[in-house]
Nanobody, 121 residues
């Protein structure tokens, strides 16, 4: 059974940073692309960042380019999202997602329960 468990969210001031983690189990983590989504109140879920199996390719939403960094540790079956220079509009629930295959950066089939990120002074 695929399990994705996010952690690392919280309350942070504008300009601050958070490192989100996603512990994966129930599948061969090193064989699937992975991604991070977010959903703000009243808005649709959006893809924030994604990464292929060997970290050779990454993709970012325009709104987070230059501020967020996605990475993975295949030995630990863990996905990360380093979020820097946070803005109030980054406030959302952040979800880890399992890719549909090894190299697709846009197709996903399983999501975790999410971790709340709130950016406020």
């Amino acid at each position: 059974q695929v399990q994705l468990v996010e952690s690392g969210g919280g309350l942070v001031q504008p300009g601050g940073s958070l490192r989100l983690s996603c512990a994966a189990s129930g599948f061969f983590f090193n064989q699937y692309a992975m991604g991070w989504f977010r959903q703000a109140p009243g808005k649709e879920r959006e893809l924030v960042a994604s990464i292929t199996i060997t970290s050779g390719n990454t993709n970012y939403a325009d709104s987070v380019k230059g501020r967020f960094t996605i990475s993975r540790d295949n030995a630990k079956s863990t996905l990360y999202l380093q979020t820097d220079s946070l803005k109030p509009e980054d406030t959302a629930v952040y979800y880890c997602a399992k890719g549909w295959g090894s190299y697709s950066l846009t197709k996903f089939d399983t999501w975790g329960q999410g971790t709340q990120v709130t950016v406020s002074s």
